[in-house]
Structure formats: C-alpha cells, structure tokens
C-alpha cells in the first residue's frame, strides 16, 4: 500500500528561523516524491519534486530511502511561506497520493 | 496561458439530488485526474483519463460517482443520490503526459460541494 504521512498538522515559527516540514511514506518501490503548496486562496501547485534536486524559493528536499522521508526545509523562514503544504508520492501509476498536510504559519 | 478550470466554484445540493462537475484541462493536455479533498485532509484520488480513456477508476468511492470524458479534452464528474458525507472540494488535474513519464500535475481550483 502507498501510504504518506505528515506528522505535524500545524507548524509555527518565527521569520527568519529554520523551518522543516516532516513526511514520511510507505512504499515498496522506488518512489517518485513531491512537494505541493496552496497559497491562501489559491490553488494547489508544485513546489519541487525530488527526481529535479532544485532549489525552489529557498526550499530544499532530500529523499532518504533508508528512513522513507523526504522532508521540506528551508533554512530562514519569509512571512510569505505561510501556506499549507502537502508531501505526495507517486508510485507505479499517474495518480498522486497526498499526506494530509502541514499548516505552516510564519509569524513577523 | 489559461490554466485548468473548474466549474461551477460553489455547489450546494439537497441530499438525493444528482451534480455534474466540469473541468476543463490546460489544452493539449493527455491526463487527466479528479481528486476528492475533504475538510481537513489531502487530495484522494479518485479516477484518472489518458486521453478519452479512463485508465484508472480504483478511487471512486461508490458506484454514484461516474467520471467522463468523451472526447478527450473536457471531463465531467458525476455524482448521483448525493449524500452528506460527499461534500468535499473536487479538484481537477491535467499533465502533459500519459505514461511513465514524470509530469506534473496542473490544479484547477476546485468546486466546493455541500450536500444539505
């Protein structure tokens, strides 16, 4: 079974201070992993995807198969990172399947 | 260039009636997908088109729900005998690609139902 998990339902920090957003997935295969943002009122869009190892505003994820995750950081928060944020898989089909998302507030 | 549409935004049906949901992809787009999100959730899959072919239904979640798309560009989600527990926000997806590429996934904004 394809299975992503966020651990944290909510997440607060200050600006400027290092922020790191947990997903763990469960897979048998070599899975694709990506990392979806929504914005306030806007809609669901790619944030980075782990096969590109880009740099995205700042952002940086790095799959680590030993311990299934593939966690978001960036190392100082904006108050425009505020958004919820959801880590999805992408295993032996086109569907995507999502974790149930993070709330990351940045506070000024 | 315009992205995925969806409409209508807001939907409000009493229990029992049946919706069509519309979404348009980004054109030339191969795929497409139709997501369930319910309050406080993530996407769930629920049904996917290469082309005009529905390759993939696994996510439907009972045999109300009904999924087309006839000539390979729009699509419609159906959902008959609404009931409560179906009010979610839809969410449409198109790639450019069908199979074993990587692509991604473009959103449309979602139709929010809620079934009285």
């Known amino acids: 079974a394809q299975r992503v998990t966020q651990p944290e339902k909510l997440l607060s920090v200050f600006k400027g201070a290092p922020v790191e957003l947990k997903c763990n997935y469960s897979y048998s295969g070599s899975p694709e992993l990506f990392w979806y943002v929504q914005y306030s009122r806007q809609r669901l869009q790619l944030l980075l995807r782990?096969?590109s190892r880009e740099s995205i505003k700042g952002f940086t994820a790095d799959l680590n198969k030993g311990e299934t995750s593939f966690h978001l950081k960036k190392p100082f928060a904006q108050e425009e990172d505020s958004a919820m944020y959801y880590c999805?898989?992408?295993?032996?089909?086109?569907?995507?399947?999502f974790g149930k998302g993070t709330k990351l507030t940045v506070n000024p | 260039g315009a992205g995925v549409s969806q409409s209508p935004r807001y939907k409000v049906a009493k229990r029992g009636q049946d919706v069509a949901l519309r979404c348009d992809p980004i054109s030339g787009h191969v795929s497409l997908f139709w997501y369930q999100q319910a309050l406080g959730q993530g996407p769930e899959f629920l049904t996917y088109f290469q082309n005009e072919a529905q390759l993939d239904k696994s996510g439907l979640p009972s045999d109300r729900f009904f999924a087309e798309r006839p000539e390979g560009s729009v699509s419609t989600l159906k959902i008959q005998r609404t009931q409560q527990e179906d009010s979610a926000v839809y969410l449409c997806a198109s790639s450019s690609y069908g199979t074993g590429g990587i692509y991604e996934q473009f959103f449309g904004p979602g139709t929010r139902l809620t079934v009285l």
């Open positions: 782990h096969i």
């Open positions: 999805a898989l992408q295993g032996g089909s086109e569907k995507l399947v």
